[in-house]
């Protein structure tokens, strides 16, 4: 009986102090799902590799479909009067914003919010910086393969053809040249690290427990794919779709185009990885807080 009134006493403890802290560590609930999210993946890049990429892949091909369609609508609306070409380019940001949404809602595996779950878990010792760049590895991969999936097929139509080309090509031609220069190299990081950070903070309230509203979840993801579209920031898999569509027409330097996504990859590991991730991480981290507080 002594041994159980000590456990129950302990328990009560352990509850009071969670209460304790609970106002100071709201983010507890995103935290502990992110964690149990990486588990998942950490077992699947483990045991189930080849479903990983297929997971990946899916959503290389969301991303790639609709970024065609963002470029349609862009290609469709570039040569009206300006006022139509901004609302068209509102339109196809919009458009675009959903391919983050079915991501999130069919499972599916990007690399930039998984930038996020691998800091997190990295930083609670959940997963080793290794394994951490094995499992964006294969996410990059599938990734990759879902976007020349999408550039095979494409190539076999005029669906990206015409002004929507034009556009496409314009685009392209404006991230390449980035390389050009220093302050252009800085440019493309800087415009990576907002991109990613805008993926991830629409993902950090998805993820946070506080939202149970779907309608409200889409719209949260849409708006972050329309902030970082219509600014014109880098999303590595995005722009890597860009250059395999456009690469199967072989109007690309494929050396510049893998440097282009080196640079975002490693902005949008800032933005993603250490402005959401790490951050969060740290100003949620109760652990030494609880501890002082159940002595």
């Known amino acids: 009986m002594g041994k ?9 403890e352990v509850e009071e102090t969670a209460d304790e802290t609970k106002p100071l560590f709201p983010g507890r609930a995103f935290i502990s799902t992110v964690l149990d999210a990486l588990d998942s993946k950490e077992t699947m890049t483990g045991k189930m590799i080849g479903r990983y990429i297929q997971r990946a892949a899916m959503a290389g091909i969301l991303v790639g479909v609709f970024f065609a369609a963002f470029w349609v609508i862009m ?18 940001g919009i458009t675009f914003g959903w ?53 095979i097929i494409l190539r076999f139509s005029t669906i990206i053809s015409g002004s929507s080309f034009d556009a496409m090509l314009a685009a392209a031609t404006t991230k390449l040249n980035y390389l050009n220069s220093g ?18 903070i629409a993902m950090l309230m998805v993820y ?13 993801m849409v708006v972050a794919v329309f902030v970082f579209t219509f600014c014109g920031f880098e999303h ?60």
């Open 99 to 151: 391919a983050l949404v079915l991501i999130y809602y069919t499972n599916s595996e990007l690399l930039t919010s998984n930038m996020m779950v691998v800091s997190i878990g990295a930083y609670h010792k959940r997963i080793g910086w290794g394994e951490s760049l094995k499992l964006l590895g294969l996410c990059l991969l599938g990734n990759l393969l879902g976007a020349l999936i999408v550039a």
């Open 236 to 295: 590595s898999v995005a722009d890597s779709a860009m250059f395999l569509i456009l690469g199967m027409h072989g109007v690309i330097n494929a050396g510049k185009a893998i440097l282009v996504i080196i640079v975002a990859i490693l902005g949008n590991i800032v933005g993603g990885g250490i402005l959401i991730g790490l951050n969060f991480a740290t100003m949620n981290d109760e652990r030494g807080i609880t501890a002082e507080s159940g002595k």
């Open 75 to 92: 290609g469709a609306t570039s040569k009206a009067d300006p006022g139509l070409a901004v609302a068209g380019k509102v339109i196809a």
């Open 208 to 220: 946070n427990g506080k939202l149970t509203n779907d309608f409200t979840k889409c719209t949260i």
């Open 4 to 12: 159980l009134s000590e456990l129950k006493t302990t328990i009560s």
């Open 183 to 200: 302050f252009g190299v800085a440019d493309l990081f800087v415009r990576a690290i907002f991109c990613n950070f805008c993926i991830n």
